[in-house]
Structures are given as C-alpha cells and as structure tokens.
C-alpha cells in the first residue's frame, strides 16, 4: 500500500493553512482525513497524481471549503469552556465560598442604601474592576503569544476560545452601569440596591474564574484536551 511521504503530509499542512485554517488541532484533524481519503484512493490506483487528488477531496468540502468544519468544532469548544465556567461557579454555592458571596451582597447592598457615600465607594471599586479586567486581557494576550512562539507558530483551538471569551465576558464589566440607569427609574430603591449587589457580585466571580482560576488551569486543561502538547508552566 503507498503511503503519503512527510513532505506531503507537510503540504496537506500547508493547504489548510491557506484555507484559513489556523488552528493547529483542527488542522491536524483535517490532514489526517485527506490524508486517509488519497492514500485510500492510492489502494485503487497508485499512479494517481497527489496534487489532483488533494483538489478533489478538497471540492467535497463544499464551497465554503473548510470554514463549516472550524466553525463547529469551535462551537463544541466553546461548550467546553462554558461547561469549565459553570463547573467553577457552581463550587462558589458551596462553602465556605459561599459564605464570601453572601457577604459581598449584603456588603454592596450595606453601602448601595447609603446613597451618595454608598455609590461612590461602589462606583469606586467597580472602576477598579474595569481596570483589572483590562490589565488581565493584555496580560493573557502576552502570554498566549509567548506560548505559540515558543511552539513555533502552533496554534490551538481551546486556547483561542479561552482568549476570545475573556474579551466576551471582559464586556460584561459595563453591564452593572447598565443596568443601574434602568433598575433604579423601575425599582423602588431598596430593592434595587439588593439587585444590583447580586448583578455585581455575579460580575466579580464570573471575571474571577475567567481572569484567575481558568488562566491558572489553563496548562492542565490543555494537556488533557491535547496530550501531545508539552507546556511549560505559565
């Protein structure tokens, strides 16, 4: 049986990348079903000219060629990471965590009622809120970029969803300014001030398990998802 040499399994890698594929798993993914649909082709006829049937494998990828396979195994990696988020928070209803988030609500609500001193002091932190987030997305960014130089220009899916949904959930830090100017012309004021402590408080433990606790099991994750990854820690 003729089998594909390393350098056409290195063109098979080649061709993907100049479909726009970027990621390195689903490359990998890709080359090894071209590379099983030619040499199958090869069992029939071995003459058969590696090039033309590298196009014809191609074709049955349709017109939009790759983009329909990355597009669903990023949303089975986004299902993934969600699935790592809802993990960690649930641990924040167990104790002694629990106790903490309990705290926070009743803290934001203590200094919400307080009115204008109140506000202040919570508009304060929020602020540095924002400037965490922000600071933790540059942070993250270097040190993706670091890690792919350092395996020379390969990179993974996860690790692209775990960049692209800090940005996704990074927006949520304006979201208790936004509904501040909606709950409190709807709400009578305590009342607001109890939701909009929850509303808060949901915000720093979900920026907290994306910005803390995901990062500093990211290397963990990865080497699961990937074995053939060897990572240095972070």
Same mark, same amino acid.
């Given at each position: 049986?003729?089998? %594909?040499?390393?350098?056409?399994?290195?063109?098979?890698?080649?061709?993907? $990348?100049?479909?726009?594929?970027?990621? =390195?798993?689903?490359?990998?993914?890709? &080359?090894?079903?071209?590379?099983?649909?030619?040499?199958?082709?090869?069992?029939?006829?071995?003459?058969?000219?590696?090039?033309?049937?590298?196009?014809?494998?191609?074709?049955?990828?349709?017109?939009? #060629?790759?983009?329909?396979?990355?597009?669903? $195994?990023?949303?089975?990696?986004?299902?993934?990471?969600?699935? %790592?988020?809802?993990?960690?928070?649930?641990?924040?209803?167990?104790?002694?965590? &629990?106790?903490?988030?309990?705290? @926070?609500?009743?803290? *934001?609500?203590?200094?919400?009622? +307080?009115?204008?001193?109140?506000?202040?002091?919570?508009? @304060?932190?929020?602020?540095?809120?924002?400037?965490? &987030?922000?600071?933790?997305?540059?942070?993250?960014?270097?040190? @993706?970029? +670091? $890690?792919?130089? +350092?395996?020379?220009?390969? =990179?993974?899916?996860?690790?692209?969803?775990?960049?692209?949904?800090?940005?996704?959930? #990074? #927006?949520?830090?304006?979201?208790?300014? +936004?509904?501040?100017?909606?709950?409190?012309?709807?709400?009578?004021?305590?009342?607001?001030? &109890?939701? *909009?402590?929850?509303?808060?408080? *949901?915000?720093?433990?979900?920026?907290?398990?994306?910005?803390?606790?995901?990062?500093?099991?990211?290397?963990?994750?990865?080497?699961?998802?990937?074995?053939?990854?060897?990572?240095?820690?972070?």
């Amino acid at each position: 049986m003729k089998n %594909l040499s390393a350098e056409q399994i290195e063109r098979l890698y080649v061709f993907t $990348r100049q479909h726009y594929v970027e990621y =390195y798993d689903v490359q990998t993914e890709l &080359v090894d079903h071209l590379a099983s649909a030619i040499e199958k082709h090869w069992q029939e006829d071995p003459h058969q000219n590696f090039e033309t049937l590298l196009q014809r494998e191609f074709k049955k990828f349709g017109i939009f #060629g790759f983009s329909d396979v990355v597009e669903e $195994r990023q949303q089975a990696m986004q299902k993934r990471y969600f699935q %790592l988020v809802k993990k960690e928070a649930l641990q924040f209803l167990k104790l002694p965590k &629990v106790i903490i988030v309990a705290f @926070s609500i009743w803290l *934001f609500s203590f200094l919400l009622l +307080q009115k204008e001193i109140g506000f202040v002091i919570v508009a @304060s932190i929020l602020v540095l809120e924002i400037i965490y &987030v922000f600071y933790r997305l540059i942070q993250l960014q270097k040190i @993706s970029k +670091q $890690r792919r130089k +350092q395996r020379e220009g390969k =990179y993974y899916l996860l690790e692209h969803v775990f960049l692209n949904m800090g940005r996704g959930v #990074g #927006g949520f830090v304006i979201s208790p300014w +936004q509904w501040y100017w909606v709950a409190e012309k709807t709400l009578p004021y305590q009342y607001f001030a &109890v939701v *909009f402590a929850l509303l808060i408080t *949901f915000s720093f433990i979900l920026h907290y398990i994306v910005f803390r606790i995901l990062p500093a099991k990211k290397e963990e994750i990865l080497h699961r998802v990937y074995p053939e990854m060897k990572l240095e820690k972070v």
